[in-house]
């Protein structure tokens, strides 16, 4: 569904779009480039092309406690985590040290809960790239502090695009809020001025 709705809006923008997308939303590129092509795609912190079941079990086998504070928020949402864990339970999985209390707060009292259905399709891996599939320019990038997206993760998503992964220092999963989120949009901005975009 979320792949059709990317699919929609494309249509109605009359040139082909630079895609953008964040850990979910870079998968769903990735599954929307399978079928069809963009003028270039930015994959921040993505899910990668072998899905979430590779990275839940490094996390859940490496650091236990901050998988289950991950799934306490994703499927009782931040009050709950808050109240099993404090501030840090709301940071820890989505943010770096470096982002203030207050803000950590106002953002994660703005999450919602994940669809499962969702959260179980993303865990399979990407299907096969259609044969006429126009290769796409990609820039992936790695947040150097992200709790959720191991760095092969990302390595893996960068080898499937051929390309090579760019990690963004001081900077948690949510690369677009966290405290130093201009570090991110500088490198996108740059990358994309190289592509003459």
């Known amino acids: 569904d979320y792949v059709d709705e990317i699919?929609?809006?494309?249509?109605h923008l009359g040139e082909?779009?630079?895609?953008i997308g964040h850990s979910m939303g870079g998968y769903l590129i990735q599954q929307y480039l399978l079928q069809d092509s963009a003028a270039a795609a930015v994959l921040m912190a993505s899910v990668p092309p072998q899905g979430?079941?590779?990275?839940?079990?490094?996390?859940?086998?490496?650091?236990?406690?901050?998988?289950?504070?991950?799934?306490?928020?994703?499927?009782f949402g931040p009050q709950t985590v808050f109240a099993m864990y404090g501030i840090d339970g709301g940071r820890r999985p989505l943010f770096s040290p470096h982002l203030a209390d207050d803000k950590v707060r106002q953002y994660t009292s703005r999450a919602q809960l994940e669809s499962p259905q969702a959260i179980f399709e993303m865990s399979l891996?990407?299907?096969?790239?259609?044969?006429?599939?126009?290769?796409v320019n990609a820039l992936v990038l790695g947040a150097e502090l992200d709790s959720?997206?191991?760095?092969?993760?990302?390595?893996?998503?960068?080898?499937?695009?051929?390309?090579?992964?760019?990690?963004?220092?001081?900077?948690?999963?949510?690369?677009?809020?966290?405290?130093h989120w201009r570090e991110a949009a500088?490198?996108?901005?740059?990358?994309?001025?190289?592509q003459d975009m």
Do not use: C
Not at 125 to 135: E, K
Not at 156 to 178: C, N, Q, W, Y
Not at 186 to 194: E, F, G, V, Y
């Open 7 to 11: 699919s929609d809006a494309i249509e």
């Open 52 to 75: 979430l079941v590779p990275t839940t079990a490094w996390l859940a086998f490496t650091n236990p406690l901050l998988f289950h504070q991950i799934q306490v928020l994703q499927w």
């Open 16 to 19: 082909p779009p630079v895609l």
């Open 125 to 135: 891996p990407l299907g096969s790239r259609r044969d006429d599939a126009r290769p």
């Open 148 to 179: 959720l997206i191991p760095t092969a993760a990302i390595y893996s998503t960068a080898r499937a695009f051929d390309t090579e992964a760019i990690f963004v220092p001081k900077l948690g999963h949510a690369m677009m809020l966290d405290h």
């Open 186 to 194: 500088s490198t996108i901005r740059a990358w994309l001025h190289r």
